[in-house]
């Protein structure tokens, strides 16, 4: 996020461990990855690949979490009882971190998938799940989620989130994936939009399943530094 009393900064993140995109292209470029933990895709492999490469590459490893549903991805929200949601979060992020610490790193923030990502944004039963799942980790989330003020009220760091590679409706969510200008998939429109997010958040996502994805991913970072901002991790405090 822009800082007035320092440089600007903003971390430029991707969704890796997915199974279906590079993540070697992707982890030389992006500034921390979202892994993914098994539920909506991944596997004990890809984990420790990913984990592996991004300490190579001095990559912040967050874990990327999601409901327990592979066959659409973790797409559709599910009704899922709180107590089981918050074990089924720990169980993702108890994975992953056992896999990063073997691998030489730690797992940094956490950062809920798909359906599960936006319920959460309005949902504070779900948003409370996701939490007592976590343990004390950072959250990264949208502008205006409950789960990223509920966070803050526990005293849990909270990051802001932006999506270049995504549209917006006028309640400053994303539109659902089958509307019209949903996608943005031009990788110099994906980059401009970026240029611009990048005053308002801590981190701009390029989806790491979205076809051509290391050379939107190259694309926005290009912008971003030619822009002035340099592109770093945020996640190098948990304030």
Known sequence: MQDPEGPHTVDLNADLGEEVTDD???????????VACGFHAGTLETMRAVCAGAVLRGVTLGAQVSYADRARFGRVELEVPAHLLRQQVADQVGTL???AVAAGAEVA????????????????EQAAAVLDGSGGLPVLGMPGSLLLSMARER???????GFPDRGYGS??????????GALVTDPGQVASRAVELAVSVDSVCVHGDSAGAVRTAAAVRRALEAAGAA?????????
């Open 24 to 34: 070697d292209g992707l982890l030389a470029v992006v500034t921390s990855a979202n």
């Open 97 to 99: 971190s056992a896999i």
């Open 109 to 124: 923030y956490v950062k809920p998938h798909g359906a599960l990502y936006h319920r959460v944004a309005r949902d504070e």
């Open 155 to 161: 005293g849990r760091g909270s990051r802001l989130e």
């Open 171 to 180: 309640d400053g969510r994303l539109l659902p994936r089958d509307r019209p």
């Open 231 to 239: 592109v770093v991790t945020c996640w190098s405090s948990t304030a």
